[in-house]
């Protein structure tokens, strides 16, 4: 079972990445791709030791495939950047004052910033009366 993964986006390698980005708590960690079988094992919340060991093990959600190594190591890891801040929250919903750090399926109805289930709202009304 390979266990030792270089950087890279192929199969069997590493890349580090930003979670939670626009949460409340964004933090660097990394994305394993599956040697065996290619999916993306992202390890938001496992430990990365200074030389790139990782605990716990690292398995597939779904338990569909047996790559399942206790502690693999990222070759080529180096210590992360410091976690960045929260983003500043955008204006908000001006239907229901929902606020988000990205807008992302928010539109503008009627003058005003709405949020996703808003906009969804005002849209199926305004079908529902034609
Ligand atoms: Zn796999
Ligand atoms: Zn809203």
């Not at 069997?12 to 394993?32: C, K, N, T, Y």
């Not at 716990?56 to 950047?81: D, N």
């Not at 229901?96 to 928010?106: N, V």
Request: with cysteine; aromatic share 6%; hydrophobic share 30%.
């Amino acid at each position: 079972m390979i266990a030792e993964l270089p950087n890279g986006k192929g199969r069997g390698q590493w890349q580090r990445v930003l979670f939670d980005e626009f949460g409340d708590s964004p933090h660097w960690s990394a994305i394993i791709r599956c040697p065996e079988c290619g999916v993306h094992l992202p390890i938001p919340n496992h430990t990365i030791a200074a030389d790139g060991r990782v605990t716990p093990s690292v398995g597939h959600p779904s338990g569909t495939c047996l790559w399942h190594p206790s502690s693999p190591l990222l070759l080529g890891w180096a210590p992360c950047p410091p976690n960045p801040e929260p983003r500043p929250f955008c204006d908000p919903c001006v239907r229901c004052g929902a606020r988000a750090r990205q807008l992302g399926g928010w539109g503008i109805a009627g003058g005003g910033l709405h949020c996703p289930p808003c906009m969804k709202a005002i849209l199926s009304a305004d079908s529902s009366g034609t």
